[in-house]
């Protein structure tokens, strides 16, 4: 995407592709499988280190999944992990989803994941994603709410963190509160309400190990990241605060007792 039309809070950091590199088909995508025949022609929005586009591909054997993303950094990282695992029916471009470079009705699906929450103009991605779906296709997207992320044990500041991040994403034009807006968005983009399924998803980290990964990547994302230079640039926060911040999750992350849950909204249109 042009810069005017991207929101992304965080960039491709080491830690965030930690995150991404971690979602699977199963993990961020279940809502969609069962709609899927393996002849299928997917369309994989924002598909970033591709561990998801890969996947879709595998599932689509007779198929074909083309993965897009807006900067071209991270499409390496996606053909080396395709090539590794011998997966062919896959490939991988820079795409912008407000100007998808394909003629109208391509596409048996089209799959957006954690890609909304990121564009300024949420409705008109959505009018392009529905542009290149064939008549009897699929829109699939699932965003997250950080707003109704919740976690145990209540670590003093960790809230200052999740206010500061609803901030800075919105400063910068996102919506990081994109997954209770999906069903509201797509009927924006003229997709017929009774042809949407909504359902909503979730991510939970509680054993140790999923603790110490999730804590580790939060706490270097918040002052290695993007995300760290949108909020000191914007003046809403300082490094003092990013570090502390920072050092809440690794507290909160050596919790015996600790449980973290993310949701996500999720949409599947029946076009």
Same mark, same amino acid.
């Given at each position: 995407?042009e810069?005017?039309s991207?929101?992304?809070?965080?960039d491709h950091?080491?830690?965030?592709?930690?995150?991404?590199?971690?979602?699977?088909?199963a993990?961020?995508?279940a809502?969609?499988?069962?709609?899927?025949?393996?002849?299928?022609?997917?369309?994989?929005v924002?598909?970033?280190?591709?561990t998801?586009?890969?996947?879709?591909a595998?599932l689509?054997?007779?198929?074909?999944?083309?993965?897009?993303e807006?900067?071209?950094?991270? *499409? &390496?990282q996606?053909?080396? %992990?395709?090539?590794?695992?011998g997966?062919?029916? #896959? /490939?991988?471009k =820079?795409? $912008?989803?407000?100007? *998808? &470079?394909?003629?109208?009705? %391509?596409?048996?699906?089209?799959?957006?994941?954690? #890609? /909304?929450?990121? =564009?300024? $103009?949420p409705?008109?991605?959505?009018?392009?994603?529905r542009?290149v779906?064939?008549?009897g296709?699929?829109?699939?997207?699932?965003?997250?709410?950080?707003?109704a992320m919740?976690?145990y044990?209540?670590?003093?500041?960790?809230k200052?963190?999740?206010?500061?991040?609803?901030?800075v994403?919105?400063?910068?034009?996102?919506?990081?509160n994109?997954?209770?807006?999906?069903?509201?968005?797509?009927r924006?983009?003229?997709?017929?309400?009774?042809?949407?399924?909504?359902?909503?998803?979730?991510?939970?980290?509680?054993?140790?190990?999923?603790?110490?990964?999730?804590?580790?990547?939060w706490?270097?994302?918040?002052?290695?990241?993007?995300?760290?230079?949108?909020?000191?640039?914007s003046?809403?926060?300082?490094?003092?605060?990013?570090?502390?911040?920072g050092?809440?999750?690794?507290?909160?992350g050596?919790?015996?007792?600790?449980?973290?849950?993310?949701?996500?909204?999720?949409?599947l249109?029946?076009?």
């Amino acid at each position: 995407m042009e810069q005017s039309s991207s929101a992304y809070v965080h960039d491709h950091h080491e830690s965030v592709l930690r995150s991404h590199s971690w979602r699977t088909a199963a993990n961020s995508a279940a809502y969609l499988l069962p709609s899927l025949k393996p002849d299928m022609h997917i369309l994989d929005v924002g598909c970033g280190p591709g561990t998801i586009t890969i996947d879709l591909a595998k599932l689509v054997p007779q198929g074909h999944v083309t993965g897009i993303e807006p900067v071209p950094d991270v *499409l &390496d990282q996606a053909r080396t %992990t395709a090539s590794t695992l011998g997966v062919q029916n #896959v /490939l991988f471009k =820079v795409g $912008d989803v407000h100007a *998808l &470079d394909y003629p109208d009705a %391509t596409f048996d699906v089209v799959h957006a994941h954690q #890609v /909304l929450q990121h =564009v300024v $103009d949420p409705v008109m991605a959505l009018k392009e994603m529905r542009r290149v779906t064939k008549p009897g296709g699929i829109i699939a997207v699932r965003s997250i709410d950080f707003e109704a992320m919740t976690w145990y044990p209540e670590v003093d500041g960790m809230k200052d963190w999740l206010n500061l991040h609803i901030k800075v994403a919105r400063s910068l034009g996102g919506e990081p509160n994109a997954g209770r807006m999906l069903l509201s968005w797509a009927r924006q983009a003229g997709i017929d309400q009774a042809c949407v399924k909504a359902t909503a998803g979730t991510w939970c980290y509680s054993t140790s190990e999923e603790r110490a990964w999730w804590s580790s990547l939060w706490a270097d994302r918040i002052v290695k990241s993007a995300f760290s230079r949108n909020a000191l640039e914007s003046g809403q926060a300082t490094e003092d605060d990013l570090a502390r911040m920072g050092q809440d999750f690794t507290t909160w992350g050596a919790s015996p007792d600790g449980w973290f849950a993310v949701m996500h909204g999720e949409i599947l249109c029946h076009i």
